[in-house]
């Protein structure tokens, strides 16, 4: 079993409708959850970051943690075309050499349709 | 400039030869970390640093490769003897430290493709 799963899609919407992207994780260890957006060509952007369980607002975006279950969500309200990229997620563990590693799902391509 | 940027960001190279990949960090940001994203593969850890010192090295695939880090700024990351299955994206990030609460913030990679 891999550390993070994350469903690869493609996901495709129309523009507007809400969008929910998961990860389910194996290691309890986990305490920091990332999202990142990227574009074709272009590096991983920070979207959200928590810390543990709970919910985290941020305009359009809502990341949501829920450890008991290990599993996180990213919610996108009133999707637009702009939106369309690959949204990773990632979590933080500690990795015995110093320093706290981040685990990547592989990823889910997500396409707006105006 | 205000971002992680990184050089070249495309390579095409001949099977056999050497190549080297630069990472410029975001200024003031002691913590860097190399990693490669090959298609369907997800990204992969390869090296971090902290100042110019790397106490993790566990993620280079091989001894072909190999990285370091001068002034606690720049760093190059060297693949000798380059394969084919090297092609792929590598990626830079760079953090404030090494705490756990401090989010790594990425350049626009360097694509690799060895003929």
């Known amino acids: 079993q891999k550390e993070v799963e994350q469903d690869p899609g493609p996901l495709s919407v129309p523009e507007g409708a809400i969008v929910s992207l998961n990860c389910t994780y194996s290691n309890s260890a986990f305490q920091y959850f990332m999202w990142y957006r990227q574009y074709s060509r272009k590096g991983p952007e920070l979207l959200m970051y928590?810390?543990?369980?709970g919910n985290k607002e941020d305009g359009r975006f809502t990341a949501q943690v829920d450890k008991s279950s290990k599993y996180i969500s990213l919610f996108i309200r009133d999707s637009q075309p702009s939106d369309s990229a690959t949204y990773l997620c990632a979590m933080s563990g500690y990795s015995g050499a110093g320093s706290y590693q981040l685990t990547f799902g592989k990823g889910t391509k997500l396409s707006v349709i105006p | 400039g205000a971002g992680v940027s990184q050089s070249p960001s495309n390579k095409v190279t001949e099977k056999g030869k050497d190549v080297e990949l630069r990472c410029d960090p975001i200024s003031g940001h002691t913590a860097l970390y190399w990693y490669r994203q090959s298609l369907g593969q997800g990204l992969e850890f390869l090296i971090y640093f902290q100042g110019n010192s790397a106490p993790d090295k566990s993620g280079l695939p091989s001894d072909r490769f190999s990285a370091e880090r001068t002034g606690g700024s720049v760093s190059t990351l060297t693949i000798q003897r380059t394969q084919q299955e090297d092609s792929a994206v590598y990626l830079c990030?760079?953090?404030?430290?090494?705490?756990?609460?401090?989010?790594?913030?990425f350049g626009d990679g360097t694509r690799l493709s060895i003929l």
């Open positions: 928590t810390y543990s369980s």
């Open positions: 990030a760079s953090s404030p430290g090494i705490r756990e609460s401090q989010p790594q913030h």
